[in-house]
């Protein structure tokens, strides 16, 4: 399939993708002054998608303008997930219109790039708005909710770099045990990151998060750290790992990577008959199973469930500030292994199992190239990587 013609646009805005995206703020913040409430000043961690999502928009665009349906269906779930910020869909054309002015200003800039061609684009951007409001207002009128609030009422710092942050929301949150949503918290405006809820939803809106803190002052540093009576907005819940329920099941947590295997993992706690599961549940140091003494008490209960907990340090390092109780660790003696996989593999084979592999990208990378290489096959793979990753990647020639 040949190239857009609108990929030299697109080419554009990826190389001055922060350009773009601060001319399109401070146009839009002229025109729509709320928005300055929604988002913060600095721009650093928002909207950092924005160049990168339109020019995979029109790097797929046909000769004549015409959008994919696959790309359609993308915009158009952005237009449902993005009703989170607060704003109506009659804001769209003013959106459309700060695009169209920070599209031409680095285009401009750049020089290389014909009129018609940057024309076309701004056209193309007007499908693009004219679809999201048109997938946001049908949302709004099937009654689907745009994000819920809800208030932390405890927080646990099960190690230095783990939390546990209970919430209630008094309503129903709805998503299912596996996914996903995007959060922000009162002290970060416009700033949100994506969390997996560790229990399944339930009539009273109870959520529980399990944060692991990277650096001081980032926002997950910022959530982790969240105090009682902080208000936390979800979004619309996305994606996720499931199971099929007529099969084993091995779940394999990187750290917090567990929450959402929790989840699952409790809901199977109503099924008639629960399949029989494995967890091997992944930390760097023993300290760090924030979660182990629970999981102890489970496969005790359970018939049905092996608790595996593997570490690739022996001992705690003097900073980790450990709650595991001793007697958990006694119980279940984590296994020393650098990968996870590899115990995986060990304990096998495993041929006709559902793998569930959850946590920071470049471990679940790592995880499951080990279990492919052990036999697995990918179709038996489901996994869940938690990093900055290219969401809009550009399309190359064919």
Not at 120 to 145: I, K, T
Not at 365 to 392: P, Y
């Amino acid at each position: 399939m040949p190239s857009s013609p609108l990929s030299a646009v697109g080419g554009v805005l990826r190389a001055r993708s922060g350009e773009f995206r601060d001319e399109v703020h401070r146009r839009f913040y002229l025109d729509v002054l709320e928005a300055r409430q929604v988002f913060p000043l600095t721009l650093r961690e928002t909207h950092v998608d924005l160049a990168s999502s339109l020019a995979w928009v029109l790097e797929r665009t046909s000769s004549d303008g015409t959008l994919p349906d696959d790309v359609l269906a993308r915009i158009r779930r952005l237009g449902v997930d993005h009703r989170r910020h607060g704003f109506p869909a009659e804001v769209y054309p003013a959106f459309l219109t700060a695009l169209r002015g920070g599209l031409r200003t680095v285009t401009a800039e750049h020089g290389g790039v014909d009129d018609p061609l940057v024309d076309a684009a701004g056209d193309v951007f007007a499908r693009v708005c004219g679809a999201m409001a048109d997938a946001a207002r049908e949302a709004d009128m099937a009654g689907e909710l745009p994000a819920s609030s809800a208030e932390v009422v405890s927080v646990e710092r099960r190690s230095r770099r783990v939390s546990v942050i209970r919430l209630e929301s008094g309503l129903p949150v709805p998503y299912r045990a596996g996914q996903h949503l995007p959060v922000t918290a009162s002290y970060l405006p416009g700033v949100w990151r994506t969390l997996s809820p560790a229990l399944p939803s339930d009539e009273h809106g109870q959520l529980e998060f399990h944060v692991r803190a990277h650096d001081t002052g980032s926002a997950s540093h910022l959530l982790a750290t969240t105090r009682p009576g902080d208000y936390w907005t979800l979004g619309a819940p996305r994606g996720g790992l499931r199971v099929r329920g007529d099969r084993g099941i091995v779940m394999i947590a990187h750290s917090t990577g567990l929450a959402p295997l929790r989840a699952i993992l409790f809901e199977l706690l109503t099924a008639e008959n629960p399949p029989s599961v494995h967890l091997f549940f992944g930390a760097e140091y023993p300290g760090e199973l924030y979660d182990l003494m629970s999981l102890w008490q489970l496969s005790k209960a359970l018939s049905w469930l092996t608790v595996v907990p593997v570490v690739e340090h022996a001992e705690d390092a003097w900073w980790v500030r450990s709650t595991v109780p001793p007697q958990a660790l006694q119980r279940l003696a984590p296994r020393v292994r650098r990968e996870i996989g590899e115990v995986v593999t060990d304990a096998g084979p495993w041929p006709h199992y559902e793998m569930l592999v959850a946590g920071e990208a470049d471990r679940v990378r790592g995880t499951v190239d080990t279990l492919l290489a052990g036999g697995i096959t990918a179709e038996n793979i489901q996994a869940e990587a938690w990093e900055r990753t290219e969401e809009w990647p550009a399309k190359g020639p064919r």
